[in-house]
């Protein structure tokens, strides 16, 4: 499995920007589709965003579309969510994952993703 690693959770007012990061190691990065995910106290894992191994593919949750941007460098090994106009309902723990590229294509489950980073928070303040 891949390693991985966030950073760049925090607080933030409503209405401003968080940059997160996920550094994997340990396997070979393009061979991964990424995704983000997000837990809030009391409710579900859920997904906000996912890219396909090389970016050529992008799928976004309808509740961050238009404000958050999925990206990532594969010579850095890395991956991005760029959020935008947060609102206190984004308010969770935000973890990225790994999923084996030719598995389950386009696939938003968690259960189809096989490594996990150890979440990172984000609080937005009203």
């Known amino acids: 499995q891949v390693q991985l690693v966030e950073s760049g959770g925090g607080l933030v007012q409503a209405g401003g920007s968080l940059r997160l990061s996920c550094a994997a190691s340990?396997?070979?990065?393009?061979?991964?589709?990424m995704g983000w995910f997000r837990q809030a106290p009391g409710k579900e894992r859920e997904c906000v965003s996912h890219?396909?191994?090389?970016?050529?593919?992008?799928y976004y949750a309808d509740f961050v579309k238009g404000r958050f941007t999925i990206s990532r460098d594969n010579a850095k090994s890395t991956v991005y969510l760029q959020m935008n106009s947060l609102n206190p309902e984004d308010t969770a723990v935000y973890y990225c994952?790994?999923?084996?590229?030719?598995?389950?294509?386009?696939?938003?489950?968690?259960?189809?993703?096989?490594?996990w980073g150890q979440g990172t928070q984000v609080t937005v303040s009203s």
């Open positions: 340990g396997r070979t990065f393009s061979n991964y589709a």
């Open positions: 994952a790994a999923r084996p590229a030719q598995y389950r294509v386009g696939s938003k489950r968690a259960a189809d993703f096989e490594s």
């Open positions: 890219i396909s191994s090389i970016g050529g593919t992008t």
